[in-house]
């Protein structure tokens, strides 16, 4: 069995995981914070054993994508206005990728940030997500072109 750590240590070890998967879904700041606060505040009721690191890292991301899904198909969430999160202080010359990244819908954010932040396979992020693989790879693929495109149109793309 995997030896445990105590929950502040867990609580260190994925928070930024964590709240990265929450941002890339619910494209908010405050909403990622409560997706967060729900997933750390079900590993403490729930303290579940892991057989490795992989096993508690993957439950991690599987939780935290579960809790915001669920947490923007509420009824209540549908019928609110999105407060504009970005920073206005960020450089002239700088490519603003978060803009970019925004324009794609909440799985396909999700895809990005498991490949490219996570460094998940296109397999393992089909587990995660229970999806076909050449789904994910085809949502990969599209997600690049269009983040491409949003880039391009913004000058920022050579």
Do not use: C
């Amino acid at each position: 069995m995997y030896s445990a750590l105590s929950d502040e240590e867990i609580i260190k070890k994925y928070s930024n995981t964590v709240y990265r998967i929450a941002y890339s879904v619910t494209s908010n700041e405050s909403d990622a914070d409560d997706v967060f606060q729900n997933v750390f505040l079900t590993y403490i009721k729930k303290h579940p054993r892991f057989k490795d690191e992989n096993h508690e890292k993957a439950w991690f991301i599987r939780v935290t994508i579960n809790q915001s899904k669920n947490f923007i198909t509420q009824a209540w969430y549908k019928n609110t206005q999105p407060i504009d999160d970005s920073i206005e202080s960020m450089e002239e010359n700088k490519i603003d990728l978060d803009f970019a990244i925004k324009q794609l819908t909440p799985q396909n954010r999700t895809i990005i940030y498991l490949f490219y932040y996570e460094g998940y396979k296109t397999d393992e992020i089909a587990k995660m997500l229970k999806m076909k693989s050449s789904t994910v790879r085809s949502n990969l693929a599209r997600s690049r072109e269009k983040l491409k495109t949003i880039l391009e149109k913004e000058g920022y793309y050579a």
